[in-house]
C-alpha cells in the first residue's frame, strides 16, 4: 500500500462526511496490517502500521507496550502539545500519577453540577441564534460557543477573557497554520493559562484549576499545572463543537430520525451514543510499539509507529447490525471506541455526552423546522484540522 493516509484527520469522502473513504474500507479487509506512509505538524512524516478493525483497534487501545508519550520532547521547544502535564504525553507510572489527580478534580459530582450553566448557556446561544436571524452559521452561533463556555466554566475562565480563548484554540488546532503561528499561538496561550495559574495559587477557585491547586498545589509545577489547564481547554472545545455540527448535519439530511430526537426525550442518550459511533471525530490515535508486540497475530516491532482509526473501527461490521454507515438513533451500538480506551480513554468523555445530550434536543426544538441554507453540497468542512468538523453550516427555519 502505498497511497499516504494524511494525517491529522480521519480520512472522508469528499461531501460524505460520514463514511471514511474508500481506500480506509479496503485496508479494514486485507489480511495484513498495512504500512501506510503519513505525516503529521509535531512528527513530521514517517511510515505507520494502520489499524482498521474494532478488536485490533481496542486490542492496541488496552497494551501498555503501545506508548502515546513517545512524542513528548521534554527539552524540544513548547508547542500546545509538547508540554509538561498534558496526560498524553506520559505512560505507566508517570501517566497514572497525573491522571489520578486530574480525574480527582474531574468528579461525576463537578461535571453534574455543570448541568444548569450549560443548560443556561443554550438557551442564551439559541436565543443569539434566533435574533441573529435565518442565514446565521450554526458553528459560530451555536456548536462553537456552547462547550468554549462550558469549559471555561469547568477551567473558572472569567466571561470577558473567553472571545480570545476561543480565537487561540482554533489556531492551535488547524495543522494548516506554519509551525510559527503555532509557536506564537503557544505562547499566548501559555501566557494566558500561566497568569490564570497565578491567580488561582493565590485565590483557589470553586472549580477545576483550583481544586488541583488545593489538593496537589505542592507537586505541582506552574508548567504542568498550564499543560493539564490548556490541554483540557483544547481537547473539550473543539472535539465537541465537531460533534455538535456534524450531528447536526446528520439530523438535518434525514427528516425521520431528526424527528424522533426532537420529539422523544427516551432516545436522547442512545441518539447521542449512536452519533458518536457514526462519527467518531477524534484524529487517528497514534502509538509507538515500545517492544516487538502482535495485534490479531500480525506482528508489530518495537520502534513502529502505529495509527488507530476508530472512524474504520466503527464502519465494520462489529459494532451494529445492519450498514453502519445509517444514523439509527433507535439502535443501541456496542461500546464504541469514540472516547478511546484503556489508560488514556478520554477524562472529559461525561461532560462531552453531558454537552450533547442538552444541546442536541434543545436546538432540534427550539427550531422544529431547522434547515440548512445552503445545499448540502456546498457545506464546508474542516478537513485540515485535527478534529475533523464543519466549518460553516449556514441554517434556516
Ligand atoms: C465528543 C467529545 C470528545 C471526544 C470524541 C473525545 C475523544 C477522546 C479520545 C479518543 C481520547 C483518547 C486519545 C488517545 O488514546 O490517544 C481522549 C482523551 C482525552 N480527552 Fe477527550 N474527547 C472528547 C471530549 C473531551 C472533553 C470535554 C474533555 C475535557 C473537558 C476531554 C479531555 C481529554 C483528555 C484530558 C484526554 C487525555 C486522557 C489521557 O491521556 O489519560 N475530552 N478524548
Redesign the pocket.
Known amino acids: 500500500m502505498t497511497s499516504a493516509v494524511p494525517m491529522p484527520h480521519n480520512r472522508r469522502p469528499a461531501r460524505c462526511p460520514f463514511r471514511p473513504d474508500p481506500d480506509l474500507e479496503r485496508l479494514r479487509d486485507t489480511p495484513e496490517l498495512p504500512r501506510v506512509p503519513t505525516s503529521n505538524p509535531q512528527l513530521g512524516t514517517f511510515d505507520a502500521v494502520l489499524v482498521t478493525r474494532f478488536e485490533e483497534v481496542r486490542q492496541a ?1 488496552a497494551d501498555p507496550r503501545l506508548e ?1 508519550g513517545f512524542a513528548f520532547d521534554r527539552t524540544g521547544p513548547r508547542t500546545v502539545m509538547n508540554q509538561p502535564g ?3 504525553n ?1 505512560d505507566g507510572a508517570e ?1 497514572t500519577r ?2 489520578r489527580m ?1 480525574s480527582g478534580a ?1 468528579t461525576v459530582r463537578r461535571v453534574r453540577s455543570l448541568a444548569p450553566a450549560i443548560h443556561r448557556v443554550v438557551e442564551e446561544r439559541l436565543d443569539a441564534l434566533e435574533a441573529a436571524g435565518p442565514g446565521s452559521d450554526l458553528i459560530e452561533a451555536f456548536a462553537g460557543p456552547v ?1 468554549l463556555l ?2 471555561c466554566e ?1 477551567l473558572g475562565i472569567p466571561a470577558e477573557d473567553r472571545d480570545g480563548i476561543r480565537r487561540r484554540s482554533a489556531t492551535g488546532t488547524d495543522a494548516a497554520n506554519s509551525l510559527e503561528t503555532q509557536l506564537e499561538n503557544f505562547a499566548a496561550m501559555a501566557a494566558y493559562m500561566g497568569e490564570l495559574v497565578r491567580r488561582q495559587r493565590e485565590h483557589p477557585g470553586d472549580d477545576i484549576l483550583g481544586d488541583l491547586i488545593r489538593r496537589h498545589g505542592d507537586e505541582l509545577s506552574n508548567d504542568e499545572l498550564v499543560g ?1 489547564g490548556n ?3 483544547v ?3 473543539e ?2 463543537t ?2 455538535i455540527g456534524l450531528s447536526t448535519l446528520a439530523l438535518l439530511r434525514d427528516p425521520e430520525q431528526f424527528a424522533l430526537v426532537r420529539d422523544d426525550d427516551t432516545l436522547t442518550a442512545g441518539a447521542v451514543e449512536e452519533l ?1 459511533r457514526l462519527l ?3 484524529p487517528p ?3 509507538q510499539a515500545g517492544a516487538d508486540l502482535d495485534l490479531g497475530g500480525h506482528p508489530v516491532k518495537a520502534g513502529e509507529r502505529v495509527l ?1 482509526s ?1 472512524l474504520a473501527a466503527h464502519h465494520g461490521t462489529d459494532l451494529v447490525t445492519g450498514d453502519p454507515g445509517r444514523l439509527d438513533v433507535r439502535r443501541t451500538p456496542g461500546a464504541h ?13 461525561q ?3 453531558l ?2 445530550q442538552i444541546a442536541l434536543p434543545a436546538l432540534l426544538r427550539r427550531f422544529p423546522g431547522l434547515r440548512p441554507a445552503v445545499g448540502f453540497d456546498s457545506v464546508e468542512y474542516r478537513d485540515d484540522a485535527l ?1 475533523f468538523g464543519v466549518s460553516r453550516l449556514p441554517v434556516t427555519w
Open positions: 487501545l502515546a498534558i496526560l498524553l506520559y501517566h497525573y491522571r486530574l474531574f462547550p462550558a469549559i469547568l493539564m490541554s483540557i481547554l481537547a473539550g472545545h472535539t465537541v465537531s460533534m458518536l467518531a471525530v477524534a490515535l497514534v502509538r488507530l476508530t471506541l469514540a472516547f478511546g480506551y484503556g489508560a488514556h480513554q478520554c477524562i472529559g468523555q461532560l462531552a455526552r454537552e450533547l478534529v
